[in-house]
Every structure is written in structure tokens, then in C-alpha cells.
């Protein structure tokens, strides 16, 4: 059974609602995807065959990196800099 996109995305032209559209945030990325259509999903958006979660087409064929393990990389290296910086005195 295919995933449902997460959100909804609303298009507005001076002022007033055009369209909504069917959004993904991308598992590695965190990109926004608009998907115009439910029927036609997987021609703007893929699935992960490693972590089993809806990516977009720039992350294709690249390494399954999901995006909150790289943000908790990037906060644990800052977290070990304050550390180093406390223990030398800096």
C-alpha cells in the first residue's frame, strides 16, 4: 500500500484560493514536494528502499541519510565542541 502524502499545501493568487495541493516533506532532505494529483504521486515523489519513506526525486539513488539523524550528528558534534572548549579553557 503506497504512503499518503503529509500535508496540504494551498496556492493563492491575489488574494484568494486558487488550489491545494497534496504535499511530502522529503525523509532525507526535508524538501517540500507539491503533488498536484494522488493518482499521479509517485511521477513528483519515491519511495526510500532503505528506511521505507517518501523522498524526493533529487534524493534518488543517493545514500539513505534521514534527515533527523543527521541533524542529531550535527548537534552531538557541536555538543562535543562546547565540551572541548569548556575542558581547555576557551
Known amino acids: 500500500m503506497p504512503q499518503k502524502p503529509g500535508g496540504v499545501g494551498q496556492l493563492f493568487c491575489d488574494g484568494l484560493l486558487v488550489e491545494e495541493v497534496a504535499t511530502s516533506t522529503c ?3 526535508a524538501n517540500i514536494t507539491d503533488i498536484p494529483s494522488r493518482k499521479k504521486m509517485m511521477d513528483h515523489v519515491d519511495v526510500c528502499r532503505n528506511c521505507m519513506r517518501l523522498i524526493c526525486l533529487k534524493c534518488v539513488g543517493k545514500p539513505c541519510t534521514p534527515f533527523e539523524k543527521t541533524i542529531d ?4 558534534d557541536y555538543y562535543r565542541s562546547v565540551q572541548l572548549r569548556k575542558a ?3
Open 27 to 29: 525523509a532525507h532532505c
Open 73 to 76: 550528528r550535527i548537534e552531538a
Open 88 to 90: 581547555l579553557g576557551l
